[in-house]
């Protein structure tokens, strides 16, 4: 049964790998996002202008082109680092776009009377969006945040391409290898991203009937 | 009125006298070239490719030297030659050949659907494929070899010297599973596509490409420059050619196909012109496999 064993190591390898491109990028892609968001309703025009930018930029281009950035240009740049690394900066940075949008469309969805009220008990701007809007924006949005994470999760196949050993690349190599069985492998595979993604969604409503208020 | 019915009448006769001419020319140019194409036994493919007229071949659009797309959209490589030795038994011209782009995880499914006639694609013979799809040939052996940076600066001497260092495979490529087994210190990089490849290690990112020692001729000739060949291949093996499961007597057309080429010299001019100018020596056809 070394085959099975062989075939189940390299599987997992696949799938560990793909979740933890996924959550890392996810992370640092919600971070930049909600910066981005931040910046993009400041009263500060440079700032606006910037995180305009940014989205318009990164959400318009393809993310193999990214990829193809971070994986051969900046190694050009002298920027040396794993694939993997260069697959997360590349992940995060396109996400973040997304994650900007869903954060600033949760912002405008905050009664305007909050900031209000907060500007009138002396708070600042970097104040206020921290303690009173975000928190309540981001109770507003979870379901297309989920939905982003899950975009990360499908994406991160794309690292499989420019020398990460996700699952995706792994596959690959199970159909060469096993090359009898090649639809059976890719519905294996087809599972194991249904089991990273599902209890994503399973968490998401967990959290939306936590956070739910009435409006 | 009159004169515009004879006018009628005289340009209507002119024209079928000149369509007639023209049918009758073109029966007897059909008829002669009915007369040169071959014939097959019923219900064998070979029938059935000679009565539809045209092949469905699958074959990699990406790989210099044996299967690439040049820039006019016309395929040229060894594996292109191949198949055209092989299409030409059937009566057929270039244009009657349907190219179908496949990758390597698409062979089995391919045949097994019926998509395509046959594979010529870098298509390792091994016993797990033989259980789905049969093998005609093998047109040609071959082995693993090591592609690095022209003038070898990193003083690499064979696939083991790879041992910790990165080195550049295609994901599901013979290439990677001859790692695994001849080097499993290497840290292996892959990739989707040898262009990839190609640029990390002129990037300097990894330090050799391994796969097939015909992919990396037809490399070495389109930039002799920028890179070279190791030339210690390992992990030998055949390509043949692949075909519906259990189709014998496909197998064996093929196979007398083959070698008609090898004894008139097609075979090594198909070699000389394509592997060949990557400096790879020319060697005869392979022994060919018996048609299960």
């Known amino acids: 049964m070394t085959a099975a064993h062989e075939i189940t190591t390299l599987l997992w390898l696949g799938f560990r790998t793909t979740v933890i491109l996924s959550v890392v990028s996810g992370a640092v892609a919600l971070a930049l996002g909600t910066i981005a968001a ?33 994986a051969f240009i900046l190694p050009e740049l002298g920027v040396n680092f794993s694939y993997f690394v260069f697959a997360w900066i590349a992940l995060s940075i396109y996400y973040g776009s997304f994650f900007c949008e869903v954060v600033r469309s949760g912002i405008s969805s905050v009664a305007a009377g909050q900031a ?44 499989g391409a420019f020398g990460v050993a996700e699952l995706f690349a792994i596959t690959n190599r199970l159909t060469n290898e096993e090359s009898q069985s ?34 | 009125m009159n004169m515009r019915t004879t006018t009628h009448r005289v ?24 007369d040169t194409k071959p014939s097959f036994a019923a219900g064998t493919t070979m029938a059935k490719l000679v009565s539809a007229g045209k092949i469905r071949v699958g074959v990699k659009f990406d790989q210099p030297g044996l299967s690439q797309k040049n820039l006019s959209g016309k395929l040229e490589g060894f594996d292109i030659e191949i198949v055209k030795l092989i299409t030409v038994g059937l009566g057929l011209k270039e244009s009657d050949i349907e190219w179908v782009e496949t990758s390597s995880g698409n062979r089995e499914p391919f045949l097994q659907q019926g998509k395509v006639d046959m594979i010529v694609a870098s298509y390792g013979v091994n016993d797990k494929r033989k259980q789905v799809v049969s093998f005609a040939g093998p047109y040609v052996t071959n082995g693993q070899d090591v592609l690095v940076k022209k003038g070898d600066p990193t003083g690499l001497k ?20 001859a790692v695994v087994q001849f080097s499993p210190k290497a840290d292996m990089v892959g ?29 070495v000739a389109k930039y002799p420059a920028d890179f070279e060949l190791l030339n210690k291949p390992f992990a030998l093996g055949t390509w043949g050619i692949g075909i ?43 022994p060919l496999d018996p048609c299960v």
């Open chain 2, 11 to 34: 340009t209507m006769a002119l024209l079928t006298a000149a369509f007639v001419g023209i049918a009758v020319r073109g029966e007897s140019s059909d008829a002669s070239a009915l």
């Open chain 2, 158 to 177: 064979d696939v083991e010297g790879l041992a910790g260092q990165k080195t550049c495979v295609m994901n599901g490529s013979e290439g990677q599973a």
């Open chain 2, 244 to 286: 519906k499961h259990g189709d014998t007597a496909f197998c064996q057309f093929i196979d007398d196909q083959l070698t008609k080429a090898a004894n008139d010299g097609a075979y090594q001019t198909a070699w000389v012109d394509t592997v060949g100018k990557g400096g790879l020596l020319f060697r005869p056809l392979p």
């Open chain 1, 38 to 70: 931040g910046m993009r309703v400041s009263p500060v025009p440079l700032l606006r202008g910037i995180g305009a930018v940014y989205v318009a930029l990164i959400r318009n281009t393809p993310s193999t082109l990214l990829f193809f950035f971070t």
């Open chain 2, 191 to 219: 990739f989707d596509v040898i262009s990839k490849c190609l640029s990390a290690l002129k990037g300097g990112s990894v330090v050799g490409v391994v796969t097939n020692t015909h992919i990396l001729a037809g490399v």
């Open chain 1, 182 to 215: 090649v639809l059976l492998i890719l519905f294996i595979v087809a599972l194991l991203y249904l089991a990273i993604t599902i209890p994503i969604s399973l968490l998401a409503g967990a959290i939306e009937r936590k956070t739910t208020f009435a409006r």
């Open chain 1, 116 to 159: 209000e009220a907060a500007r009138a008990l002396g708070l600042n701007f970097t104040m206020t969006l921290a303690n009173v809007i975000l928190p309540q924006a981001v109770r507003t949005v979870i379901p297309p945040l989920i939905n982003t994470f899950i975009a990360v999760v499908r994406t991160s196949a794309i690292a």
